[in-house]
């Protein structure tokens, strides 16, 4: 039996999503760029796909910009940006301290641009505020960005208060959103951001498919040159089944939110009421009312979350220790720093994301699995 609770890592392929993928790996494969009957059939399905996610995200078409993910989607529009304005005079960028290695890699590479990086700490319940905002502004910052939901803990911030506190600064607002979908209701016009992220995989899509909102009337430097797709602003030949999937993945996403959001929420107090019950000294890392139903990162004192999670995956357990892409890195969560984690317990947390598959037994199972994972490790421990 394999229980899997690594969803903010990767989702599983939907099989409805699969099925709608498959004519585009064979009999349609046409090059959408392609003047002839087939392609101009594969340009009608993409431009199809272009207006179903514009419309579910309320945006213009035009606006939408598919890449192979959100890693790309962040790098494109923080380095393209600052790269179509590196004459002007605005030389601050200004990101949260939460954000994904993408935005904070991308952000530190523009330090060769002449720009200077600010951080934006987040409070202790891991949430960015305006306030915080708002005493880091000035009329020299180019762009803001924070994330909608942080990745390792699953808090939310107001994206759009932040959106308009940028604004009234004259600066642009970037948000990686990658962690919202289905949770949040990712409304562009309502939040009048400037640039938004996607990632097709964390929402039961394809892996290697993402999008960028960028907002058309902001001129933005391509990141990737070559035959002028995406409206010059993404060359390449389109990945067209994982854009496909990507916009039934989204489309099925929104479709069913409410039911999902239903149970995925009992679930998500259900366990960590049992977890508080069964396993004596744990904390929530994060907010609690603030944060997304998929997430729960539980401190466990005295003993080490990388312990844990090898220890849950023999027992057939998928956890994380944090994000995914840091999985490998044993060094401490920059995030859980960030939110005021005692430093003796920085290495002491494990990240539990549910998801639409996700079951009471198969939480029951997990909870009954880490009580004797726990003891075990605990009796083992230096640390008191
Ligand atoms: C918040 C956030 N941003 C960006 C990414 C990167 O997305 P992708 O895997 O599509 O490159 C991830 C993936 O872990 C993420 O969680």
């Not at 699969?18 to 064979?26: E, G, I, T, V």
Request: proline share 4%.
């Amino acid at each position: 039996m394999t229980i899997y609770l690594d969803n903010a890592a990767t989702t599983p392929l939907d099989p409805r999503v699969l099925k709608k993928m498959l004519p585009y790996f064979s009999e349609k494969f046409a090059n959408p760029a392609s003047i002839h009957a087939l392609g101009q059939d594969a340009f009608i399905t993409l431009e199809g796909a272009r207006e179903k996610v514009a419309n579910i995200l309320n945006a213009p078409i035009d606006s939408i910009v598919f890449t192979s993910g959100a890693t790309e989607a962040n790098n494109l529009i923080i380095k393209g940006l600052a790269e179509a304005n590196k004459n002007e005079n605005k030389k601050r960028i200004i990101i949260s301290a939460i954000e994904h290695p993408c935005v904070r890699e991308a952000a530190k590479r523009l330090t060769t641009l002449g720009y200077t990086i600010d951080y934006l700490p987040a409070n202790k319940q891991g949430i960015v505020t305006p306030k915080a905002l708002e005493n880091l502004m000035n009329d020299d910052v180019l762009l803001v960005s924070v994330m909608m939901v942080n990745n390792e803990i699953g808090t939310i911030s107001d994206i759009k208060k932040l959106a308009s506190v940028a604004h009234r600064f004259g600066a642009y607002f970037h948000s990686d959103a990658v962690q919202a979908v289905p949770y949040l209701n990712i409304d562009i016009k309502a939040l009048k951001v400037d640039f938004l992220t996607l990632s097709a995989h964390k929402f039961y899509g394809p892996k290697g498919v993402g999008l960028a909102y960028i907002n058309p009337k902001i001129k933005i430097n391509a990141l990737i040159l070559g035959g002028g797709q995406e409206n010059n602003i993404r060359s390449g030949t389109h990945n067209l089944p994982g854009i496909i999937g990507l916009s039934e993945a989204l489309y099925l996403a929104y479709k069913e939110r409410d039911k999902y959001l239903k149970k995925i929420s009992k679930l998500q107090i259900y366990f960590w009421e049992k977890l508080k019950k069964e396993i004596p000294e744990i904390l929530l890392n994060g907010s609690w009312e603030k944060r997304v139903p998929a997430n729960l990162n539980v401190l466990f004192r005295y003993i080490e979350g990388e312990a844990i999670l090898m220890d849950l995956s023999q027992k057939g357990i998928c956890v994380s220790t944090g994000s995914a892409c840091s999985a490998s890195d044993l060094r401490a969560s920059y995030v859980l720093k960030e939110i005021g984690l005692d430093k003796n317990y920085l290495n002491s947390n494990i990240r539990f994301s549910l998801g639409r598959y996700t079951t009471k037994a198969e939480l029951d199972y997990t909870v009954k699995a880490l009580k004797e994972t726990v003891k075990r490790l605990r009796a083992f421990s230096p640390i008191t």
